[in-house]
Nanobody, 128 residues
């Protein structure tokens, strides 16, 4: 079974940058669909980024509303890791950030309910 572990979160000031990491194990990392989601305190979980890849090729990459241009997802197949680069952080970005994996390898989803595997989350707190 897939296991995911996020890291890299922490307290930052508005305008700072962070890179979150997600270490995956339990399945081959050659291809798949994974995502980053976040859940602000008292709010519903929402999509941050979604990526579909096969080997060296990225077939799909997208971001949640208002995040494109500030956030960027990337991967390192050799290390079985997924990353989320977050730039120009804002207080509204404060949330627990989760890495997730989907069983389907070709059908993209933006819905948290359709991702079966989740990490424990890492807290990002942005202060003004």
């Amino acid at each position: 079974q897939v296991q995911l572990v996020e890291s890299g979160g922490g307290p930052v000031q508005a305008g700072d940058s962070l890179r979150l990491s997600c270490a995956a194990s339990g399945r081959p990392f050659n291809s798949g669909i994974m995502g980053w989601f976040r859940q602000p305190l008292g709010k519903e979980r929402e999509v941050v980024a979604v990526i579909r890849w096969d080997g060296d090729k990225t077939y799909y990459e997208d971001y949640g509303d208002s995040l494109k241009g500030r956030f960027a997802v990337s991967r390192d197949n050799s290390k079985n890791m997924l990353f989320l680069q977050m730039n120009n952080l804002k207080p509204e970005d404060t949330a627990v950030y989760y890495c997730a994996a989907r069983k389907a390898k070709t059908i993209i989803s933006y819905r948290p309910e359709e991702y079966e595997f989740w990490g424990q989350g890492t807290q990002v707190t942005v202060s003004s």
